[in-house]
């Protein structure tokens, strides 16, 4: 199975402030006959489920606001927050769905600081 | 309107049985990839099982054997009989809607609100 390890396990930013979130898979999740990277990130807000966010490592889900992106290739992904807002304190979780079994990383807590 | 709800957990004793049913709207379940995921209080996700649109099921290892994954398409609904249940499958199960493009796996792009599951005696 490909294990995925997110950094740090919690990140305290302040409101305005950038945020940076990484993962990183123990395999390649890179298709080289598409040139994508099978990664996706979630969002979840205490009590709720998880919320999609973006997928193919870059691609923002419809809805999702654009100080959210993702970037990275191969093994090293990035969640980028690029103005934290108050609504943004949540756990995130990369994905990898490259292969079978998908398998999630154990989560960043992100809060204000 | 596009939802998932999940139903049937509850406090279950150790080796017990449990028949947890995800209700689907606005959309066909059987035309889907369909999976439950799980997380234990205070931890992360861990995905359970899937049911590809033909029909196809699948397992994570810590499962097999003891949960099996079945829909009905008459009722649109999703289930997971889970039987033989021990302490370390406490959590709140979530039932998600899986997107597969051009890969063999999947993300997944709809959830429900999920249903806790207690194993204890």
């Known amino acids: 199975d490909i294990v995925m390890t997110q950094s740090p396990d919690s990140l305290a930013v302040s409101l305005g402030e950038r945020a940076t979130i990484n993962c990183k898979s123990s395999q390649s999740v890179l298709y080289s006959s598409n040139n994508k990277n099978y990664l996706a990130w979630y969002q979840q807000k205490p009590g709720q489920p998880p919320k999609l966010l973006i997928y193919w490592a870059s691609t923002r889900e419809s809805g999702v606001p654009d100080r959210f992106s993702g970037s990275g290739s191969g093994t090293d992904f990035t969640l980028t927050i690029s103005s934290l807002q108050a609504e943004d304190v949540a756990v995130y979780y990369c994905q990898q769905h490259y292969t079978t079994p998908v398998t999630f990383g154990q989560g960043t807590r992100l809060e204000i600081k | 309107e596009v939802q998932l709800v999940e139903s049937g957990g509850g406090l279950v004793q150790p080796g017990g049985s449990l028949r947890l049913s995800c209700a689907a709207s606005g959309f066909t379940v059987s035309s889907n990839y369909m999976s439950w995921v799980r997380q234990a209080p205070g931890k992360g996700l861990e995905w359970v099982s899937v049911i590809y649109s033909g029909g196809d099921t699948y397992y994570a290892d810590s499962v097999k054997g003891r949960f099996t994954i079945s829909r009905d398409n008459s009722k649109n609904t999703l289930y997971l009989q889970m039987n033989s249940l021990r302490a370390e499958d406490t959590a709140v199960y979530y039932c998600?809607?899986?997107?597969?493009?051009?890969?063999?796996?999947?993300?997944?792009?709809?959830w429900g609100r999920g249903t806790l599951v207690t194993v204890s005696s």
């Open positions: 998600a809607r899986d997107v597969l493009i051009w890969s063999s796996a999947w993300y997944f792009d709809l």
